[in-house]
């Protein structure tokens, strides 16, 4: 069973469309967190969730908004998308201090 | 601010010769070390959490050590499957949740 899943795989897409990535962990953890990785593998967060609370917005512009329906959800929505918005986008889970992440979502911006 | 500096950037090994990855790293009071695995095109691994100095974990070929400053990832006899990215991370006492990741280490095992 996969425990965090993430749709879609890749996503290619034109400059300033609006698009959504979608997470769901089955491991029973009460945070989620969204991470960007840019070409240079560098991994970096973006937000964090504990039961559904936003807990961490690091410094993202407000093109990007997160929701968490429930617990086991968290997505990520992208407005007017930039060209530098190009990178792989990892979820994650947690119940204590270790993080588990998802596959990763390739967004290609055009 | 949390940092993670990682060295080597690339390392280069023949199967069966040991060698070990550094990561050096200032935190304000350290919640947790993980080391990470990640191969081309997938998310990271899982592989150890370390909590504080002197503590080691192990894990196949694997062996991680932790001291106040930095930790290593000692590998034993590679092989080629052992051949990805290895990324440490840290967890500060004063970021809830947020874990600062370094660069990473890309080892190659040859043949």
């Known amino acids: 069973d996969t425990a965090v899943s993430q749709t879609p795989k890749y996503l290619v897409t034109q400059m300033g469309n609006d698009k959504s990535i979608k997470c769901e962990q089955n491991?029973?953890?009460?945070?989620m967190y969204w991470y960007k990785q840019d070409s240079k593998k560098f991994l970096k967060i973006m937000f964090s969730?504990?039961?559904?609370?936003?807990?961490i917005n690091e410094t993202v512009p407000n093109r990007f908004s997160p929701k968490s329906p429930d617990k086991a959800h968290l997505n990520l929505h992208i407005n007017s998308l930039e060209l530098g918005d190009s990178a792989v986008y990892f979820c994650a889970s947690s119940q204590d201090e270790t993080q588990y992440f998802g596959p990763g979502t390739r967004l290609l911006v055009l | 601010e949390d940092q993670v500096t990682q060295s080597p950037e690339a390392l280069r090994l023949q199967e069966g010769e040991s060698s070990s990855l550094n990561c050096s790293y200032t935190v304000s009071g350290l919640r947790g070390l993980f080391w990470y695995r990640q191969d081309p095109g997938k998310g990271p691994e899982f592989l150890f959490t370390?909590?504080?100095a002197g503590e080691e974990k192990e894990k196949e070929r694997l062996k991680a050590t932790l001291t106040k400053k930095e930790s290593f990832l000692h590998i034993t006899a590679p092989k080629p499957e052992d051949s990805a990215t290895y990324l440490c991370?840290?967890?500060?006492?004063?970021?809830?949740?947020?874990?600062?990741f370094g660069q990473g280490t890309i080892l190659t095992v040859h043949p």
């Open positions: 370390l909590y504080s």
């Open positions: 491991l029973g953890h009460d945070t």
């Open positions: 991370a840290v967890h500060g006492g004063a970021s809830y949740g947020k874990l600062t």
């Open positions: 969730y504990n039961n559904k609370e936003l807990i």
